[in-house]
């Protein structure tokens, strides 16, 4: 019974869990509560993902009405591989979540934290199960809203313009995807993902849906920050608190990586119409110059936490360059290195604040000579950082692999230079931490400092355990990746 | 001339919609801002909410002597939206509340200026 | 605040019983014609900014005080969920209200009535949460604030 039930469990075990820490207005029973709610999202996903290995794309009707009036919830391999992302990397996120908040916040404020915490969780999980295209623009603003409030709990008085900058740029992207999706439904009459996929292939050249595309191109953009929307991203991830950098940078970008995918390939028809626009040469334009422009802006930095936000560009760059080849190889580096890069970037963060806990600073400077002082911290940042590299024996090589396999199968040798190119920038960056933080004597605010906690180190390593286990393991990564990207091009939903 | 009075609805929602978005873009002020951000999303009421008029339609309720009804489904998504619109001007208008009490200004400039040195 | 104007303080007391009735009615004539919890909710808490708007909001704050709103938010959204949780419980899918019921007509009813009250409570107390907060800032600017 419970089994039948799991895709409305998935949203609603955070959901009910956000208004239960706001009723304890307690920090800590706002944590098990959350914690606990996170979790048993985590094992709904894992439960999602069986049934749908067993038995294909399941369907659930919101309140029992039939779609495609009704809601309807639909996971197929694609979402259930979105959702496992995000489910997982908020399970990870939330037990590090209590050292800091505690540190920081009296015990209202620590409560009202997890309620926005758990509102975006449901949020992003909402928009990546529902299989109704209004419903989309309404989970989406919920986990937008949630994720401006918990950026402007940073410490930094930058995170409230951080915050505000992004609650104008994520809301005119949010109101052009609610065009694009009031155009679609003025031309066909419906909402239901699977029906419009069905009625567009047939009036696809028709100007409203090619003004849909533009409007739903630019708002998806906004919210994947691809370049040159990418504007709000650093500001927002480095003047967050650390959880808050880490749960979006694993979890929001690679949501609306995923809409893209559904809107441009699902509900359009397949490959097929993706390619026959301009699109794909745009993206793959777009992309490189995010390779590289974020990456060299990145390398100058001297706030390692920002410098990792514009990194977080460029790897999103690599991303939609796989998106943008159309080939099954291409999406599978796509979609494994959607989640390879949510599990390197959420650790990086998550390390970073356990820096920031101990040091009260991330500037390059003040970092000077950390690595033998908090041995495990630095080492855990190298070993992510080699990742984004994408170093063999790091998760961040197999994506790279496909990557490179995608652009040789299209014959495109000088795409692959540009890729090792763009991978030795990202060296560079992360060669220049590892230089200040090794190799320089200790500067005065980093003599004193001790070891991360355990509680925040613990599951920051299980996130750089996952990077190299997903190196060296690539079964269930690109495995269940290649499958959906073949679902993808062939429009299947 | 008909046809663009036929077009009225769209004509309206495009110049709301550019309105808005030139106000968002062009002033420096953050409050005003967010009225451009308000104005920008009321074009998508109007978007959503005049194809659902069926002419000569009544209101969605059924009742004797009523046969042609308007299409209530846009009524419900716009109320949604609406909803959505209200809580992110609340949560802009805090946030400029809050820049207020950290910078003593709500200009972007100054606030930029103040960030630079 | 407007301490001085006596008309308009009379007429705000006569106005208020008015608009809580009218509150009630859009509230509970929300399953038979135009009406629900949202517009109901707008509506009462439209009554109590209107007295905390002439009378000052601290008086506002003793009719209702900020406690209380702050526990009223989410304990709406928990029973408007929680009413889809029940029918989960009762072997249907998540807000089906029919099983709610003796027959499936009187599920629905009485399912769209828990849950409109949800909706009345969460918007009236979150309207009133946001007026509370704004205008009561410059008193308490020195007292941290996380609201949003």
């Given at each position: 019974?419970?089994?039948?039930?799991?895709?409305?469990?998935?949203?609603?075990?955070?959901?009910?869990?956000?208004?239960?820490?706001?009723?304890?207005?307690?920090?800590?029973?706002?944590?098990?509560?959350?914690?606990?709610?996170?979790?048993?999202?985590?094992?709904?996903?894992i439960?999602?993902?069986?049934?749908?290995l067993?038995?294909?794309?399941?369907?659930?009707?919101?309140?029992?009405?039939?779609?495609?009036?009704?809601?309807?919830?639909?996971?197929?391999?694609?979402?259930?591989?979105?959702?496992?992302?995000?489910?997982?990397?908020?399970?990870?996120?939330?037990?590090?979540?209590?050292?800091?908040?505690?540190?920081?916040?009296?015990?209202?404020?620590?409560?009202?934290?997890?309620?926005?915490y758990?509102?975006?969780?449901?949020?992003?999980?909402?928009?990546?199960?529902?299989?109704?295209?209004?419903?989309?623009?309404?989970?989406?603003?919920?986990?937008?809203l949630?994720?401006?409030?918990?950026?402007?709990?940073?410490?930094?008085?930058?995170?409230?313009?951080?915050?505000?900058?992004?609650l104008?740029?994520?809301?005119?992207?949010?109101?052009?995807?609610?065009?694009?999706?009031?155009?679609?439904?003025?031309?066909?009459?419906?909402?239901?993902?699977?029906?419009?996929?069905?009625?567009?292939?047939?009036?696809?050249?028709?100007?409203?849906?090619?003004?849909?595309?533009?409007?739903?191109?630019?708002?998806?953009?906004?919210?994947?920050?691809?370049?040159?929307?990418?504007?709000?991203?650093?500001?927002?991830?480095?003047?967050?608190?650390?959880v808050?950098?880490?749960?979006?940078?694993?979890?929001?970008?690679?949501v609306?990586?995923?809409?893209?995918?559904?809107?441009?390939?699902?509900?359009?028809?397949?490959?097929?119409?993706?390619?026959?626009?301009?699109?794909?040469?745009?993206?793959?334009?777009?992309?490189?110059?995010?390779?590289?422009?974020?990456?060299?802006v990145?390398?100058?930095?001297?706030?390692?936490?920002?410098?990792?936000?514009?990194?977080?560009?460029?790897?999103?760059?690599?991303?939609?360059l796989?998106?943008?080849?159309?080939?099954?190889?291409?999406?599978?580096?796509?979609?494994?290195?959607?989640?390879?890069?949510?599990?390197?970037?959420?650790?990086?963060?998550?390390?970073?604040?356990?820096?920031?806990?101990?040091?009260?600073?991330?500037?390059?400077?003040?970092?000077?000579?950390?690595?033998r002082?908090m041995?495990?911290?630095?080492?855990?940042?190298?070993?992510?950082?080699?990742?984004?590299?994408?170093t063999?024996?790091?998760?961040?090589?197999?994506?790279?692999?496909?990557?490179?396999?995608?652009?040789?199968?299209?014959?495109?040798?000088?795409?692959?230079?540009?890729?090792?190119?763009?991978?030795?920038?990202?060296?560079?960056?992360?060669?220049?931490?590892v230089?200040?933080?090794?190799?320089?004597?200790?500067?005065?605010?980093?003599?004193?400092?001790?070891?991360?906690?355990?509680?925040?180190?613990?599951p920051?390593?299980?996130?750089?355990?996952?990077?190299?286990?997903?190196?060296?393991?690539?079964?269930?990564?690109?495995?269940?990746?290649?499958?959906?990207?073949?679902?993808?091009?062939?429009?299947?939903? | 001339?008909?046809?663009?009075?036929?077009?009225?609805?769209?004509?309206?929602?495009?110049?709301?919609?550019?309105?808005?978005?030139?106000?968002?873009?062009?002033?420096?002020?953050?409050v005003?801002?967010?009225?451009?951000?308000?104005?920008?999303?009321?074009?998508?009421?109007?978007?959503?909410?005049?194809?659902?008029?069926?002419?000569?339609?009544?209101?969605?309720?059924?009742?004797?002597?009523?046969?042609?009804?308007?299409?209530?489904?846009?009524?419900?998504?716009?109320?949604?939206?609406?909803v959505?619109?209200?809580?992110?001007?609340?949560?802009?208008?805090?946030l400029?509340?809050?820049?207020?009490?950290?910078?003593?200004?709500?200009?972007?400039?100054?606030?930029?200026?103040?960030?630079?040195? | 605040?407007?301490?001085?104007?006596?008309?308009?303080?009379?007429?705000?007391?006569?106005?208020?019983?008015?608009?809580?009735i009218?509150?009630?009615?859009?509230?509970?004539?929300?399953?038979?014609?135009?009406?629900?919890?949202?517009?109901?909710?707008?509506?009462?808490?439209?009554a109590?900014?209107?007295?905390?708007?002439?009378?000052g909001?601290?008086?506002?704050?003793?009719?209702?005080?900020?406690?209380?709103?702050?526990?009223?938010?989410?304990?709406?959204?928990?029973?408007?969920?929680?009413?889809?949780?029940?029918?989960?419980?009762?072997?249907?899918?998540?807000?089906?209200?029919?099983?709610?019921?003796?027959?499936?007509?009187?599920?629905?009813?009485?399912?769209?009535?828990?849950?409109?009250?949800?909706?009345?409570?969460?918007?009236?107390?979150?309207m009133?949460?946001?007026?509370?907060?704004?205008?009561?800032?410059?008193?308490?600017a020195?007292?941290?604030?996380?609201e949003?």
């Amino acid at each position: 019974m419970l089994a039948q039930h799991l895709p409305a469990l998935q949203v609603v075990i955070p959901l009910l869990a956000a208004p239960l820490c706001a009723l304890f207005r307690r920090g800590f029973i706002g944590w098990l509560i959350a914690v606990a709610a996170n979790w048993l999202a985590f094992a709904a996903s894992i439960g999602l993902l069986i049934r749908v290995l067993n038995e294909g794309v399941i369907s659930y009707a919101m309140g029992g009405w039939a779609p495609p009036i009704g809601i309807e919830y639909r996971v197929d391999l694609i979402n259930v591989f979105v959702l496992l992302v995000v489910s997982g990397v908020g399970a990870v996120i939330i037990p590090f979540a209590r050292t800091g908040t505690a540190a920081r916040f009296n015990d209202t404020d620590q409560a009202w934290f997890y309620t926005m915490y758990l509102l975006a969780l449901t949020g992003l999980l909402g928009v990546t199960i529902t299989g109704d295209a209004f419903n989309i623009f309404v989970f989406l603003e919920i986990s937008s809203l949630a994720s401006y409030v918990m950026i402007a709990m940073g410490r930094d008085r930058r995170a409230l313009t951080a915050a505000y900058q992004y609650l104008i740029m994520g809301t005119v992207g949010a109101t052009f995807i609610v065009i694009g999706i009031g155009l679609l439904w003025a031309m066909t009459g419906t909402l239901n993902l699977a029906d419009l996929a069905q009625r567009i292939p047939e009036i696809n050249d028709t100007r409203p849906v090619l003004a849909a595309l533009a409007f739903l191109t630019v708002g998806i953009s906004l919210k994947l920050a691809l370049f040159p929307l990418h504007l709000w991203l650093p500001n927002a991830y480095a003047y967050a608190p650390a959880v808050t950098s880490a749960f979006l940078a694993g979890t929001a970008t690679k949501v609306a990586i995923y809409l893209f995918l559904r809107f441009f390939y699902t509900v359009f028809g397949g490959g097929g119409f993706f390619s026959s626009t301009p699109l794909p040469e745009m993206f793959l334009v777009l992309s490189i110059v995010a390779m590289f422009a974020a990456s060299t802006v990145a390398l100058f930095q001297d706030d390692v936490k920002r410098m990792f936000a514009y990194s977080s560009v460029a790897q999103i760059g690599f991303i939609t360059l796989g998106i943008s080849f159309v080939t099954e190889a291409g999406l599978t580096a796509a979609m494994t290195h959607l989640f390879n890069h949510a599990i390197m970037k959420a650790g990086i963060f998550m390390l970073l604040g356990g820096v920031m806990f101990r040091l009260a600073s991330v500037k390059l400077e003040d970092m000077a000579g950390i690595g033998r002082k908090m041995p495990f911290t630095m080492g855990g940042i190298v070993i992510l950082g080699l990742g984004l590299i994408g170093t063999p024996g790091t998760s961040g090589f197999i994506s790279k692999w496909w990557i490179v396999l995608a652009a040789l199968e299209k014959d495109q040798w000088w795409l692959v230079a540009l890729i090792l190119v763009a991978s030795l920038i990202t060296m560079l960056y992360v060669g220049r931490i590892v230089e200040v933080a090794y190799f320089r004597e200790p500067s005065a605010k980093a003599a004193s400092v001790r070891e991360a906690p355990l509680a925040m180190l613990i599951p920051a390593y299980v996130l750089v355990a996952a990077t190299i286990y997903f190196g060296l393991d690539t079964n269930w990564s690109v495995g269940l990746a290649q499958q959906a990207a073949a679902d993808l091009l062939a429009g299947l939903y | 001339m008909t046809e663009i009075l036929a077009d009225l609805n769209y004509w309206v929602t495009i110049f709301l919609l550019m309105g808005g978005l030139y106000i968002i873009v062009a002033h420096g002020n953050m409050v005003k801002k967010l009225v451009g951000l308000s104005i920008f999303q009321t074009s998508v009421y109007l978007l959503f909410i005049s194809p659902g008029k069926v002419l000569g339609g009544t209101a969605p309720i059924i009742a004797p002597g009523f046969e042609l009804y308007s299409n209530p489904l846009p009524h419900v998504l716009i109320l949604t939206a609406i909803v959505v619109g209200v809580a992110t001007i609340a949560l802009g208008l805090a946030l400029v509340v809050r820049i207020h009490e950290a910078y003593g200004t709500i200009e972007d400039d100054e606030v930029q200026e103040m960030e630079a040195d | 605040m407007m301490r001085d104007t006596v008309i308009l303080r009379v007429v705000v007391k006569l106005l208020l019983p008015a608009i809580l009735i009218f509150a009630l009615y859009v509230q509970f004539h929300g399953d038979y014609g135009p009406g629900g919890g949202f517009q109901a909710g707008v509506a009462a808490a439209a009554a109590i900014i209107l007295y905390g708007m002439v009378f000052g909001i601290d008086e506002a704050r003793k009719v209702v005080p900020r406690s209380v709103v702050n526990t009223m938010i989410p304990l709406g959204v928990l029973i408007f969920a929680g009413t889809g949780v029940a029918s989960l419980l009762l072997g249907e899918n998540y807000l089906d209200y029919s099983p709610l019921g003796s027959k499936p007509v009187k599920g629905q009813h009485l399912g769209i009535l828990v849950v409109e009250a949800g909706v009345f409570i969460t918007v009236a107390s979150t309207m009133l949460a946001i007026f509370y907060v704004f205008g009561g800032r410059a008193d308490e600017a020195d007292e941290k604030g996380g609201e949003g």
